[in-house]
């Protein structure tokens, strides 16, 4: 398995624009995590899901982001309108419910700059 | 409520110093802990996790239940550990305890 993989690992937009960050988890992994990272607050979790249904969106900062996991193999993360306070680096990261641990696996991470 | 705290923003040692990153929780059941490093500009890692009770790269980690701590340590720092590093807490398995809850991590630098 090629682990989580993200994209696009950098993306430049302009203030107002709508920005889709996408995620295929670990094959497998019934967890789907996207959190967010800034120098300011370190890790944030925005939301996650288990088996393709958000858990938990208590993090997800304004209504000006979305977040959806139509099948088990993809999941995005909607911006809309963007802001420059967006810019962050965001991750998702998946697990499995069964075996001995939850360990994570994370992505490269989405670098986002918004202009 | 679960928390992980990490007192520690910033770590500086020398080359070759022990080095201790601390990682305290606060949760009543019996939770799982992890370490995760992030290289400069990299995917975080898994470093290492409690149940298993390895040692990688030096580096140890031993669960004291009963001053809810989580620290990580190695004796002889090398400047290849320079990362910033997060210690993790999982509630466990099942539909609501599967995520990790994170501190707000210490970036350790080792000086040559």
Not at chain 1, 65 to 81: H, R, V, W
Not at chain 2, 62 to 86: R, V
Request: some cysteine; glycine content about 8%; proline content about 5%.
């Amino acid at each position: 398995d090629a682990g989580v993989i993200q994209s696009p690992r950098h993306e430049v937009t302009e203030m107002g624009q709508e920005v889709t960050l996408r995620c295929k988890p670990i094959s497998g992994h019934d967890y789907l995590f996207w959190y967010r990272q800034t120098m300011m607050r370190g890790l944030e979790l925005l939301i996650y899901f288990n088996n393709n249904v958000p858990i938990d969106d208590s993090g997800m900062p304004e209504d000006r982001f979305s977040a959806k996991m139509p099948n088990a193999s993809f999941s995005t993360l909607k911006i809309q309108p963007s802001e420059p306070r967006d810019s962050a680096v965001y991750f998702c990261a998946s697990s499995s419910g069964q075996g001995l641990t939850t360990e994570a696996f994370f992505g490269q991470g989405t670098r986002l700059t918004v202009v | 409520a679960q928390r992980v705290t990490q007192p520690e923003k910033l770590l500086s040692v020398f080359k070759g110093a022990p080095v201790e990153l601390k990682c305290n929780y606060s949760y009543s059941g019996s939770p799982e802990l992890f370490w995760y490093v992030q290289y400069s500009r990299q995917r975080l890692q898994l470093l290492l996790r409690h149940i298993s009770r390895e040692s990688i790269k030096g580096f140890t980690a031993d669960l004291n239940k009963g001053e809810t701590s989580f620290h990580l340590k190695k004796p002889f720092a090398q400047e290849e550990d320079s990362a910033m590093y997060y210690c993790a807490l999982s509630m466990g398995r099942g539909s609501t305890l599967g995520r990790l809850y994170f501190g707000r991590g210490t970036q350790l630098t080792v000086w040559p």
